[in-house]
């Protein structure tokens, strides 16, 4: 397996765009995560999934965050509309037990 | 308080020392402990398990302490490749759920 897929790698917006991150987990991974992580802040867990369905929303920052899994393979975190606060590298994880395999995350970057 | 408490370091190491960190959590109710690795600019990686008897892998040794919810890690014989972002993560529940990631510690082993 390809291990956790992230796209972009790297996403350079204006304050006010639609940003929409995706991520592909690992094939019969059940669970699925989207963290945040900054220099001031460090890692935050905003949302994660189990079986496709959102448990879990309560690190969401606010409205302008939302995110989707319409079926297993599939991921996306999207903010509307984004703010130059927004910036920084966002990592999407998946697991099936206790270790949870991280992708290589999207830098983003708003200005 | 922060679910999980790291101090930040940095931590300057000389080439073969022994160098520890410890890490703190709130929830008494805790579940599960990890150690995760961080390089720069990289995701996170699992480095080891932390089991309620200790345990050692090669030149680490991770224990727990319950009563004063805290977990440590120790690296013995440091090596330059061991310089990285050490990550404190705790789960709440008895799966992979909800892991809650400290803010990491970041050591530098000086040649």
């Known amino acids: 397996d390809a291990g956790v897929i992230q796209s972009p790698r790297h996403e350079v917006t204006e304050m006010g765009q639609e940003v929409t991150l995706r991520c592909k987990p690992i094939s019969g991974h059940d669970y699925l995560f989207w963290y945040r992580q900054t220099m001031m802040r460090g890692l935050e867990l905003l949302i994660y999934?189990?079986?496709?369905?959102?448990?879990?929303d309560s690190g969401m920052p606010e409205d302008r965050f939302s995110a989707k899994m319409p079926n297993a393979s599939f991921s996306t975190l999207k903010i509307q509309p984004s703010e130059p606060r927004d910036s920084a590298v966002y990592f999407c994880?998946?697991?099936?037990?206790?270790?949870?395999?991280f992708g290589q995350g999207t830098r983003l970057t708003v200005v | 308080r922060k679910e999980v408490e790291q101090d930040p370091g940095p931590f300057n190491v000389p080439e073969g020392a022994t160098v520890a960190f410890n890490c703190t959590y709130s929830n008494s109710a805790s579940q599960s402990f990890f150690w995760y690795r961080q390089d720069c600019r990289k995701e996170p990686k699992l480095l080891m398990s932390v089991y309620s008897s200790g345990n050692e892998d090669g030149r680490f040794t991770a224990q727990l302490n319950r009563a004063s919810q805290y977990i440590s890690l120790l690296i013995r014989d440091s090596k330059l490749s061991d310089s990285a972002t050490y990550l404190c993560v705790v789960n709440w529940g008895f799966g992979n759920e909800k892991l809650t990631f400290g803010t990491g510690t970041r050591l530098t082993i000086i040649p």
């Open positions: 994880a998946s697991s099936s037990d206790t270790e949870a395999f």
């Open positions: 999934f189990n079986n496709n369905v959102p448990i879990d």
